[in-house]
């Protein structure tokens, strides 16, 4: 714009107009006739900044969010790792409350047979030579474990003791093919040998080889530890396994049937090594009830057990030992 006289008297008035208007609405206080413009212009100053604020808003967010990225990415990774922190408490106080009751449930097994055992955990499963099934466990000779030892847990019978260290030991479990054990059927007197399978069956079986082949056998039957002579390497009475099938043997002087054993070998943990075994055997004492028996009955039928079995050495005895 050009500096004319015309520009300057515009100016001029335009500057004394704004001046009447500023005394005019003084004087005037809450009664000026200018005070309806006050009203329009505050609508149009205040929509003005709301949308001057919604323009800016977003920008002024990212620019806060960029400047605090950094700190944000700490906090997210002192979360995650609190997290992770937190489940694995979590995880290790629920194996230590599943241990502690493994452990509980052991220990009131081996009390009611009569057993005494040094507990230990597994630390490894592993093939040695001549075994395709063993764990080591982290006792040894040092807490009085030997060779020939009976193993077992909550559930029943793991296995034997084959090597001990100072402070390891190895274990043939049950399951691998070259360990055989004595067992007895529940009930009664009739004996044979339990061998395992190994991963061949693709299942956790055992199988039951009966000596005489004209006694009855049939699935849900359970089977114990028969003994070996002085408690090595089995102890007597430890749970074994309940028949699942019985297999077909046209001609022969025994009875085979695999059976499922107690024990969860794909899930050892805390075991127990028998170094000293029981006074008596605890017959069928340490079975779990069978389905529809409740313990008194069980008790009662092993007491008969005992009976028939007495009495039956006392008719060889009179019979001349025939």
Request: glycine residues 14%.
């Amino acid at each position: 714009m050009r500096d004319t006289r015309r520009t300057r008297l515009v100016l001029g008035v335009l500057l004394a107009t704004a001046l009447v208007l500023i005394t005019v609405d003084h004087r005037g206080g809450a009664k000026s006739p200018l005070e309806f413009l006050h009203g329009i212009g505050a609508t149009l100053f205040t929509g003005a900044e709301r949308v001057g604020t919604n323009l800016v808003r977003p920008v002024r967010e990212f620019a806060t969010t960029l400047a605090e990225a950094p700190s944000a990415r700490q906090r997210i990774r002192a979360l995650e790792e609190e997290n992770g922190r937190l489940r694995a408490e979590l995880t290790a106080r629920t194996l230590d409350r599943e241990r502690s009751e493994q452990l509980r449930r052991m220990l009131g097994l081996a009390g009611l047979g009569g057993y005494r055992i040094v507990t230990g955990q597994v630390i490894a499963r592993r093939g040695v030579p001549g075994l395709e099934e063993a764990a080591q466990i982290d006792v040894g000779t040092a807490d009085g474990v030997r060779r020939n030892m009976t193993v077992l847990n909550a559930q029943g019978l793991v296995g034997r003791v084959v090597w001990a260290s100072e402070h390891s030991a190895t274990v043939a479990l049950l399951t691998d093919p070259a360990t055989a054990a004595g067992a007895r059927l529940e009930g009664g007197n009739e004996i044979g040998v339990v061998k395992g399978l190994g991963h061949g069956m693709g299942d956790t079986l055992v199988r039951f080889r009966l000596f005489d082949s004209t006694v009855s056998v049939t699935p849900g039957q359970r089977i114990v530890s028969f003994g070996s002579h002085n408690g090595a390497p089995y102890v007597a009475g430890v749970p074994i396994g309940v028949i699942e099938r019985v297999e077909p043997t046209p001609g022969e002087l025994t009875k085979v049937a695999l059976a499922r054993p107690y024990v969860d070998f794909s899930a050892l943990d805390v075991v127990g090594v028998v170094v000293q075994g029981p006074r008596r055997d605890p017959r069928d004492a340490l079975l779990p009830p069978a389905p529809g028996r409740t313990p008194d009955r069980a008790a009662a039928d092993d007491r008969r057990g005992r009976v028939g079995v007495a009495g039956t050495g006392r008719r060889r005895a009179a019979d001349g030992g025939a």
